[in-house]
Structure formats: C-alpha cells, structure tokens
C-alpha cells in the first residue's frame, strides 16, 4: 500500500486484530501554516487483510455487514450509529474536552461532537459521559485515577491553569486551548500538553506553557519526562518554562512527512541549553538547516514508538521496534 498525498504519515506499529487483520495508524496532516493545522486534518486507520491482501481505510466496512462506516463517507464527518463499536471499534464511555468555546461552528468541533452523539446513541444516554473542562473549578478538580497509584491530573485548558487565580491572556487559538496533564506515579512525573504553545509566533502569544511552568514550579514537583509540545514547533519549549520544570528527557512526537518543519531546529536547541539529557524522537521528522553538533549528541531517533516503564523510583525508555536477522 502506497500513499503519497502529501501530509500523510504513519503514526506508529501496525495492531494485530484477532482475526489476524492490522490496524495501521495514520495521521493526514493539512494546511500551509508551520505551526497550526487546518481544520481538515485528521488520524485514520488503514487496515490490511493479508488473507485478501487488500487494504482498505477509514470509511470501509470494518466489521464485515456490508454497510459502511459513516453516514457520510465522503466527508466522514457523522459516523454511523449501528457500526461504531462493532468488530475493531472502541467503544469509549467518557469524552474529556475543553468545550466548545469559540469553536462551535469548526468542521474539528462539528466532528468531534459527532462522534459523542453516535457513541451515546450505540451504547446509550446513561453510559456516556462528556466532561468539559471550561472554567477554574474544573481544572482545579480534575484528575484520573488510573489505579495502582497513578493519577492523571489536569494542569491546563483553555486559558485556565490549574490553582491560578487569574486566567491566562490572550488565549484564542486552538492551539492555546490545548489539555495539559500531568502523570505522576510514585516519584516519576511525566508532562504531556498537546498543542500547548508558550512563545510568540503568528498571532499566538498566550503564555500557557509559562503559567505551567509557575504551578509545577511552586509545588516542588522534579519534571522526569516531558512530551514536547506541538511536536516541537518553534512556538513552544519556552525557556521560562523549560527553567520552571528542569526535565531530565523530552519526548517528540513527529512524522517523517510533516509539512510543518517539525521539530523545530530553534527549539531542539532550547532544550540541550535547558540541561535536557536526551530527545527522544519517534520519527526524524523535517527539521529545516543543520543540526548543531550539541543537539544532534543529545538526539535519539526511534523511528517507531517509545515506551516507558517504572516503578515509581526508576524509569527505562525503550522501542517496540522488531528487525528481522538475515539468513
């Protein structure tokens, strides 16, 4: 199966389905701005029978009924009620957003609430539950338990940063509105924000990443591992906020195809300055102009997923990548 659309990437290992199928994860990314996406953009799934040896994509007939996946497979905007949760689907029972704040009439909103009605009404009013962290209260109180002791506490949405007594200015993008969570099990803490943004760059200027920064700061709390923001566009690793969480590793998230130049080569090297000890990268990515030999000694490039493991007093950083030996 070959795609050459430009934006198209693969964004990780193919899943093994019961039946022997794979699930092989896309992103379709659009639009001409370095660091925003246009509201087209989109993850998808190919899927392979290597029975049939045919491929075929998001609006195929994934459970095998003959009915498509959508009501509307050429926009795939409204998925299909009697077809979400069937065969490979995941029937998922809770939905946590920022809101429709500003948002309500963007093709990405019309989307995402599309989906919350199907899956409310395949599985039902009682069992589906949408939270949307739109005011302090709720960012202030949110976090998931996810048992054994790790919590995922919520640190950031839209202009909202967690204890802060005063919203965050100039926030209106939806990069700016982007979830930020904080992991913590044990001693290990591990930031992932989304689209978080923190430095000026094309009428964004909300200091979100700073305001983070100022809570992770004030209580004590040793950063171990941080998923880069935005992929490592120039608008973000804001060295205020790299100075407030001192992380040992950063993590970028990045496709081989972006047409964005990510990671950014400016902001590869706030991190080495900020005492990063490695970037771990799960693609190369599009970096524009040389790498300086500093960053490139810090840089490792997986090309497949990174996985990380601990016990709450130690953390080990590895791939799912799998080779086969010649001969």
């Known amino acids: 199966m070959l795609n050459f659309e430009e934006g198209t990437m693969v964004r990780g290992q193919p899943i093994v389905l019961n039946n ?74 809770n939905f946590v957003d920022r809101g429709n704040v500003q948002t309500s009439n963007s093709q990405t909103y019309q989307k995402y609430a599309a989906m919350i009605n199907a899956m409310i009404a395949a599985l039902g009013q009682t069992n589906v539950s949408r939270i949307s962290l739109n005011n302090q209260q709720g960012v202030d109180g949110f976090q998931i338990d996810l ?78 591992v941080l998923q880069v923001n935005h992929h490592g566009g120039n608008n973000t690793c804001d060295d205020q906020f790299l100075a407030y969480i001192a992380p040992e590793i950063a993590i970028i998230s990045v496709g081989n195809r972006n047409t964005y130049q990510h990671p950014n080569g400016e902001a590869l090297g706030r991190l080495v300055n900020a005492g990063v000890n490695v970037i771990y990268q799960t693609e190369w990515g599009t970096t524009t102009g040389a790498i300086p030999d500093n960053v490139r000694r810090c840089q490792a490039i997986f090309q497949g997923d990174i996985i990380i493991t601990t016990d709450g007093n130690t953390y080990d950083i590895t791939t799912q990548q799998r080779f086969n030996a010649d001969g």
């Open 147 to 224: 048992g054994g002791g790790a919590i995922f506490r919520c640190l950031a949405a839209n202009d909202y940063v967690r204890d802060r007594t005063s919203i965050v200015q100039y926030v209106n993008t939806e990069n700016e509105r982007s979830l930020c969570f904080l992991l913590q099990f044990g001693g290990f803490h591990y930031i992932v924000g989304g689209d978080v943004i923190g430095r000026d760059y094309n009428g964004e200027n909300a200091r979100i990443e700073e305001a983070i920064g100022e809570y992770i700061d004030n209580n004590g709390i040793n950063i171990d």
């Open 20 to 93: 022997g199928d794979y699930l092989l994860p896309m992103y379709y990314e659009t639009g001409e701005d370095r660091e925003m996406t246009a509201s087209t953009t989109c993850s998808y799934f190919m899927r392979y029978n290597p029975r049939t040896k045919v491929w075929t994509g998001a609006t195929g007939d994934d459970d095998g009924d003959g009915n498509v996946d959508w009501i509307d497979p050429q926009t795939m905007r409204n998925p299909d009620p009697q077809e979400l949760t069937q065969d490979d689907d995941i029937a998922v029972l």
